[in-house]
Structures are given as structure tokens and as C-alpha cells.
């Protein structure tokens, strides 16, 4: 392998895989009715990683993905998801949360709780283990982050993923947004309680305190504003309060979130809103889905990782039907719907990766439970639709009947 290519001619090649793998995947196999393009993306970046790529082909591996390539990448993506998870917290419509609060609050405490509990056991397991709890974790952080990182509900993949179904704009998709909101919000708060350090508790509080109150004057400004500054403002916002967070010790990623959460989403229009996602999502996220395969590893020898992440997949998804099965049972809904809402809020994608993300940073987690946790959320995100749809096509079916007969 020739070493005379400059670091920017070597980043270009890594882009290109970046780019040109996943498409030709997707494209040429048309893996789109069980495996979104984002999700072959996700899959080639664990395929690209040392897991799979880097053993078999060491010597490309360390030549293309070399320490200054992978810190350009890495700036490149640190951007990208704080502008995803920005968008994710803009999603959030915490009027209409409000508004059907007892069913709400019902269902989305029940579809978060039940795979937290489980998956809080499969922890509790893990920990006996070695290589599997983080060099900085206390038992509880391990055993909840774990947890709720089986609890996760991707909000921007599952509003994807119904798009596809055609059921967004419908009222059991409208339902399932408000479930997936609620999860998302105790799904960040949990991992502020996480990230919490007592030794750094004071910038914390300082941080949150005068987020608080910044927000208001924010809320004002942004009401003035002309449509064309408000996106510029924005985007000050944004790196304000990731900065804030990363430097009290929560994390960029959660000061991300709370940037978006307090921020109205007709204050950009839902079509620009619509297209900056997708843009995010085209421009941007496949360098992050890259940056994550680079961090996949299976060093415990066998089929460890797989073991666990089999064991993850079936807390997460048996604990989300649960949850679902009992909220359909206390609220009477109608026959088959408690099925196709679990199996839809099962859905992981890229939060949970995130979620995960910001674990191993912290050493609450190894990257080899990292590893388990991506494999998790990508064989829970390839369920939903080869699982949902046949179930919400038999339900249409039945409540046509029902109709025609009436």
C-alpha cells in the first residue's frame, strides 16, 4: 500500500466508501421493505469497522482509517448528530401530550418501563461477567444505562418507518408519535441522571439553571425574528447549549436535545423542517453511521457479542410488546393494535446508537457491550416493517369489514 497520498486524498477514499458501499448495497438488493437505506448504513459502517473489515484486512484498514482520518470524520459527524438530535427534539409536540395525557402517559410509561425492567435484568446478568461493565461505571449506572438503552424508541427512524407504512398522518400514527415523545423525553432525562457527576454537580446546576432561564429570552427572540434568521440563531443556539452541556459533564449531545426541545416547530415551517432532516440525514449521518462501525469490536472471543446482543434484542422487543399488551388491555383497544404500536416503539435505529454512543464515551460501557447494543438496535429496527406490516394490513382489512357491515 502506497504511503505517498496525502491525509486529505486518504479522507476522500474513506468518504467514498462511506458513500458509495451502503448505496450500491441498498440499491442493488433492494433491501428498502426490511432494511432502510439507513440502516444498510449503519450495517456497512460495523462492516467497514476493525470487527470485520479491519480483521480481515488489517493493513487497508490502518492505511485508510488512519488517527487523522478518523478525527476529520469524527468533527464531521459530532456535527451531524447534534444536528440530528436537535431535529429529534423539535419533534417533540408536548401540546398534544398534554392534551391526551391519561392515554399518553399510560402507554408510554408502560411501553418504556417494561423493556427497562428487562433489560435491566439482562444487565444485572452481564455484570457477573468480565469485559462487559465500563472501566468508570458504578453498578447502577451499567445496570440502568443498559436498561434504557433496551427502553429506546427512535423518534426520527419511526416517523421513517411509518412514512413508509403510510400511517404517519393517520390517528394511530399520530398516537404513536405522542408515545415515542414522552420515552424520548425520560429516555434524555435518565441519561443526564447517568451522566450526572458529583464531583462536577455544581456546573451542572449552574448549566441547567441558566439554560432555564436563557430560554425564555431565546423563546422571545426567536418570536421576532424574521423566518430567514431564525435557522442562523438556531444553529447558535445549538452550539451554545452543546457546548454548556459537554463542559458541566453531561454531555454535547444531551445540550442538543434541550436546544431543540424548546424550540417550535412553526417557527421554521414543516417543510423546511422536513427537508433539513433529510438532508441531515443524506449529507451528514452516513459519516456518523461510519464513525460508529469504527468503534465496533468482538474481542471476548466467539460468539460473545452475538450472545448478548441476541439476549439485548429480546429484552428490548419482549418487553416493548409487554408494555404494549398491558396499556391496550387497561385502555380497551381494539383487537390487534396493541401488536402493531409495540412492535412499532420497538423500533431503535439511530437514537439508540446515540444512546450508546455516549456510554462508551464515558466508560459506562465496553466496546464490546457498544457492539452488542448496535447489533440490537439494527436487527430491532430490520423487524418492524416485515413484522408490522402484514398485521396493520389485516387490521385495515377488519375495520373496512366493520364499516361496510355497519
Not at 464531521?76 to 398534554?98: P, S
Request: include cysteine.
Amino acid at each position: 500500500m502506497s504511503t505517498t497520498m496525502s491525509t486529505s486524498e486518504i479522507y476522500l477514499l474513506a468518504m467514498l466508501l462511506i458513500f458509495v458501499v451502503p448505496f450500491l448495497f441498498w440499491r442493488l438488493l433492494k433491501t428498502d421493505y426490511f432494511a432502510p437505506l439507513a440502516i444498510v448504513q449503519i450495517i456497512m459502517g460495523v462492516v467497514l469497522g476493525p470487527g470485520v473489515v479491519g480483521a480481515l484486512f488489517p493493513d487497508y484498514h490502518k492505511f485508510i482509517f488512519n488517527p487523522d482520518v478518523i478525527k476529520t470524520l469524527s468533527g464531521v459527524a459530532q456535527w451531524g448528530v447534534m444536528l440530528f438530535v436537535m431535529l429529534a427534539g423539535i419533534e417533540l409536540d408536548l401540546k398534544k401530550v398534554w392534551q391526551y395525557r391519561r392515554e399518553s402517559i399510560t402507554t408510554a410509561g408502560l411501553s418504556l418501563g417494561m423493556p427497562l425492567l428487562f433489560g435491566c435484568g439482562a444487565a444485572l446478568l452481564l455484570i457477573n461477567y468480565q469485559g462487559w461493565i465500563g472501566a468508570k461505571a458504578a453498578p447502577w449506572q451499567f445496570t440502568l444505562g443498559t436498561g434504557m438503552a433496551c427502553a429506546v424508541t427512535a423518534l426520527p427512524v419511526l416517523v421513517l418507518l411509518m412514512e413508509k407504512l403510510d400511517i404517519l398522518r393517520q390517528p394511530m400514527g399520530q398516537r404513536i408519535l405522542r408515545y415515542g415523545s414522552l420515552d424520548d423525553v425520560a429516555i434524555w432525562g435518565v441519561l443526564a441522571l447517568i451522566m450526572l457527576d458529583w464531583d462536577r454537580v455544581g456546573r451542572q446546576a449552574g448549566f441547567l439553571a441558566a439554560f432555564t432561564l436563557l430560554t425564555f429570552a431565546y423563546r422571545r427572540l426567536m418570536a421576532r425574528l424574521q423566518p430567514g434568521d431564525r435557522w442562523y440563531v438556531a444553529l447558535i443556539w445549538l452550539i451554545a447549549c452543546g457546548f454548556g452541556a459537554d463542559w458541566a459533564g453531561l454531555h454535547y449531545m444531551v445540550g442538543a436535545f434541550l436546544a431543540g426541545v424548546v424550540m417550535d416547530a412553526d417557527w421554521f415551517g414543516r417543510e423546511q423542517l422536513d427537508a433539513l432532516f433529510k438532508n441531515v440525514l443524506l449529507v451528514l449521518m452516513p459519516v456518523f453511521f461510519l464513525s460508529t462501525g469504527l468503534r465496533t469490536k468482538w474481542d471476548l472471543g466467539g460468539y460473545s457479542v452475538f450472545f448478548v446482543a441476541g439476549l439485548l434484542l429480546l429484552a428490548s422487543v419482549g418487553g416493548k410488546l409487554a408494555g404494549a399488551h398491558i396499556a391496550g388491555r387497561l385502555l380497551k383497544w381494539k383487537s390487534g393494535e396493541a401488536s402493531i404500536i409495540g412492535w412499532l416503539l420497538q423500533t431503535k435505529g439511530l437514537i439508540e446508537i446515540i444512546f450508546a454512543n455516549i456510554l462508551l464515551d464515558k466508560q459506562i460501557i465496553t466496546s464490546e457491550t457498544f457492539t452488542a447494543l448496535l447489533l440490537m438496535a439494527v436487527g430491532s429496527t430490520m423487524l418492524t416493517i416485515p413484522v408490522v406490516h402484514p398485521r396493520l394490513n389485516r387490521a385495515q382489512h377488519r375495520d373496512l369489514v366493520g364499516q361496510a357491515s355497519s
